[in-house]
């Protein structure tokens, strides 16, 4: 039976992008819908974990859920980084993106008494996964930066700020998750 995922095409080193190009698997593209893909694995795996750890939270869970789709509307952007292809797009991301993300971000904060001192940990294994998803959120906005210097078109409005918002929404949601409990940077520990 012939896989429908493995198609063979890639063997060599090469794919080919929704813009219909084939690039090497090294290219900036290819790199940034990677990391694209990661942070969209990360986001899944910490809305399953929130599901399991806090089935009250369906609010948090449902806009974790908004933002996995939203990853397709980036990564369709960025698979199609020069815009060859618009017919094929899902579309992009616009104020109202923004303003939900903002809005989501506001609720949490409001809610927060946020440490004076950097974090040094996360209190909980939910507030760690948050934390892991800000780090893949910070890696792919890098690399969306890189490919944007490579490819001037690809400055989208909304799609950088959005993206920018994100690594600050996962650390806002891993302190809002630790209820009030921060474990704080403790200089004197370095004697």
Known sequence: MKSIITTGNGDFGETY????ERLSKGHLIIECTGLLDRMRAQIALLRLHLIETKPEAVEDAAF???????????GSRVSDARNLHPEWSLGDIAERHLARLEAEQERM??????????????TSKLAATADCTAVTARDFERALVRLAEAIPELRDTRLF??????????????????????QTVDYSRLG
């Open 64 to 74: 974790l859920f908004w933002l996995l789709h939203c990853c397709f509307v980036i």
């Open 17 to 20: 992008t929704l813009g219909g």
């Open 161 to 182: 700020p959005f993206v920018n918002r994100l690594g600050d929404f996962f650390f806002i949601l891993a302190r809002y998750l630790e209820d009030g409990h921060h």
């Open 109 to 122: 904060e409001a809610t927060l008494n946020m440490p004076k001192a950097f974090v040094v940990s996360a």
